[in-house]
């Protein structure tokens, strides 16, 4: 009888933990982070920017792990850094010149090293002959242009030995043995996120990343994680530090409770070009697609894939017709500047935004799915298409397209367009305009 009580008592108390554990699974976003949901999607455009100690390798930002440096040698990297041309005033009028609204910049990256004067660790840039936080300068350069900053942090570490590394599918060649001591690391990532939530001013966004070391490779039936990260104390601190604050996580699975945006690597939404995006896109939180303007994320010597002027637009675009952010990196070089390959191009996109931004800005996605000739997207009485190439036959449809049209126009010389509403939809007459730009728009208002 008593071990009969006593199973019903552990049952209980089984039952009431669990019941606990779902209700601290449950999130409101605050009216603070609600609205700052719908800036981030209004901004819709961001630079990341991934530097750090591997740029000196000029092999990536993964150069750890592919070559399989042992920690101990990885460290010989420390007392040579030195950016002498890191400028945060450039890297923000860098972004600004582009048309972009926000910066998210990597302050830890999979090699645990930390690009602020944090207490937490020796392994930091303050700690190398450059001395200085550049992330303090950079935080300091955005409040002064009125860009956004939003930081990323790596949950995934081939530095430390309490990751639980043994686990993990990267950073088994770093050297390091024995088990890690997930409750001393995530300790470690709390400390370090309560410092950059407290001494850099209000931060857009925490952008985590790695969670994918610890779970089957992508497109896996099974996708659960080997380790308990303990998301719900991680995000708690952060919404209770600085509630506006956006939370999103590179898991490339549906958003977990807690988070405030889902991020699409190197795909739009929808699409699964690069093997990693096999979720579905969010429709309760905005979306964001993040992509290279060449083939690497950090600085690569020999990486000569750079993006087009045309291409960069209609990333661009083609994110915004999908309802999504496009968040665009660049990786300085190891003297902290950002090559000019790069600049160049984003300056000359930028000179299209300020032309075009009205149809981008501000904007979400269009009714009109996308198309084999481009995208659409909508603000308020007014729906921009996007054309990216030469409808077939001078003739755009618009398949049950029902809302009452007042007038269609070329958006930049407001010339008009011919159109026809009839029971199978909206149908455009091209025939006269020049389609010889990256992306010519077609603005139709609505009665």
Same mark, same amino acid.
């Given at each position: 009888m008593l071990v009969s009580v006593l199973s019903k008592f552990s049952a209980c108390i089984g039952g009431l933990a669990l019941c606990i554990s779902l209700q601290a699974q449950v999130y409101t976003p605050t009216p603070a982070n609600l609205e700052a949901r719908k800036t981030f999607q209004d901004n819709k455009y961001g630079l990341f920017i991934h530097w750090g100690l591997s740029s000196m390798l000029g092999d990536g930002e993964w150069v750890m792990n592919n070559r399989n440096i042992k920690v101990e040698d990885y460290k010989r990297l420390l007392p040579a850094f030195y950016p002498a041309q890191f400028d945060a005033d450039k890297w923000v009028q860098t972004a600004k010149n582009a048309g972009m609204k926000y910066i998210v910049f990597i302050t830890r990256h999979h090699d645990g090293f930390s690009n602020w004067d944090t207490k937490q660790s020796d392994w930091k840039i303050t +700690?190398?002959?450059?001395?200085?936080?550049?992330?303090k300068e950079l935080a300091a350069a955005c409040k002064k242009e009125g860009i956004k900053l939003g930081l990323y942090y790596s949950t995934l570490d081939w530095y430390r030995d309490d990751y639980p590394h043994e686990t993990g599918r990267t950073g088994q060649g770093t050297g390091r043995t024995g088990k890690g001591n997930y409750a001393s690391y995530l300790q470690f990532m709390k400390n370090q996120l309560t410092e950059l939530l407290t001494n850099y001013g209000e931060i857009m966004s925490i952008w985590f990343d790695g969670h994918w070391d610890q779970t089957n490779p992508e497109g896996a039936h099974d996708r659960s994680s080997r380790i308990d990260w303990r998301y719900e104390e991680i995000y708690g601190l952060i919404h209770s530090l600085q509630p506006q604050c956006m939370i999103g996580n590179n898991h490339h699975l549906t958003p977990l409770p807690g988070e405030d945006f889902q991020m699409f690597e190197r795909d739009l939404p929808g699409e699964n070009k690069s093997g990693l995006s096999f979720q579905e896109a969010s429709q309760e939180v905005p979306l964001e697609t993040c992509e290279?303007? +060449?083939? $690497?994320?950090?600085?690569?010597?020999?990486?000569?894939?750079?993006?087009? *002027?045309? /291409? *960069?637009? /209609? @990333? @661009? *675009?083609? $994110? $915004?017709?999908? +309802? $999504?952010? @496009?968040l665009l990196n660049v990786g300085p070089m190891p003297n902290g500047q950002i090559q000019p390959e790069f600049t160049d191009t984003l300056a000359a996109a930028g000179k299209w935004l300020e032309k075009y931004g009205e149809t981008i800005y501000g904007t979400r996605g269009g009714p009109i799915a996308p198309q084999p000739w481009g995208v659409s997207t909508q603000k308020g009485r007014k729906i921009y298409l996007h054309v990216f190439k030469q409808p077939y036959g001078n003739m755009i449809l618009l398949p049950g397209f029902k809302e009452k049209v007042k007038q269609v126009q070329v958006f930049i010389n407001r010339q008009p367009v011919k159109f026809k509403q009839q029971a199978e939809g909206l149908i455009l007459q091209t025939e006269g305009i020049l389609f010889d730009s990256a992306d010519e728009v077609i603005e139709i208002e609505l009665r």
């Amino acid at each position: 009888m008593l071990v009969s009580v006593l199973s019903k008592f552990s049952a209980c108390i089984g039952g009431l933990a669990l019941c606990i554990s779902l209700q601290a699974q449950v999130y409101t976003p605050t009216p603070a982070n609600l609205e700052a949901r719908k800036t981030f999607q209004d901004n819709k455009y961001g630079l990341f920017i991934h530097w750090g100690l591997s740029s000196m390798l000029g092999d990536g930002e993964w150069v750890m792990n592919n070559r399989n440096i042992k920690v101990e040698d990885y460290k010989r990297l420390l007392p040579a850094f030195y950016p002498a041309q890191f400028d945060a005033d450039k890297w923000v009028q860098t972004a600004k010149n582009a048309g972009m609204k926000y910066i998210v910049f990597i302050t830890r990256h999979h090699d645990g090293f930390s690009n602020w004067d944090t207490k937490q660790s020796d392994w930091k840039i303050t +700690n190398t002959p450059f001395k200085r936080d550049v992330l303090k300068e950079l935080a300091a350069a955005c409040k002064k242009e009125g860009i956004k900053l939003g930081l990323y942090y790596s949950t995934l570490d081939w530095y430390r030995d309490d990751y639980p590394h043994e686990t993990g599918r990267t950073g088994q060649g770093t050297g390091r043995t024995g088990k890690g001591n997930y409750a001393s690391y995530l300790q470690f990532m709390k400390n370090q996120l309560t410092e950059l939530l407290t001494n850099y001013g209000e931060i857009m966004s925490i952008w985590f990343d790695g969670h994918w070391d610890q779970t089957n490779p992508e497109g896996a039936h099974d996708r659960s994680s080997r380790i308990d990260w303990r998301y719900e104390e991680i995000y708690g601190l952060i919404h209770s530090l600085q509630p506006q604050c956006m939370i999103g996580n590179n898991h490339h699975l549906t958003p977990l409770p807690g988070e405030d945006f889902q991020m699409f690597e190197r795909d739009l939404p929808g699409e699964n070009k690069s093997g990693l995006s096999f979720q579905e896109a969010s429709q309760e939180v905005p979306l964001e697609t993040c992509e290279t303007i +060449n083939g $690497a994320w950090g600085y690569n010597i020999t990486d000569r894939k750079y993006k087009t *002027v045309s /291409q *960069v637009i /209609q @990333l @661009l *675009v083609g $994110a $915004a017709g999908r +309802n $999504a952010n @496009l968040l665009l990196n660049v990786g300085p070089m190891p003297n902290g500047q950002i090559q000019p390959e790069f600049t160049d191009t984003l300056a000359a996109a930028g000179k299209w935004l300020e032309k075009y931004g009205e149809t981008i800005y501000g904007t979400r996605g269009g009714p009109i799915a996308p198309q084999p000739w481009g995208v659409s997207t909508q603000k308020g009485r007014k729906i921009y298409l996007h054309v990216f190439k030469q409808p077939y036959g001078n003739m755009i449809l618009l398949p049950g397209f029902k809302e009452k049209v007042k007038q269609v126009q070329v958006f930049i010389n407001r010339q008009p367009v011919k159109f026809k509403q009839q029971a199978e939809g909206l149908i455009l007459q091209t025939e006269g305009i020049l389609f010889d730009s990256a992306d010519e728009v077609i603005e139709i208002e609505l009665r």
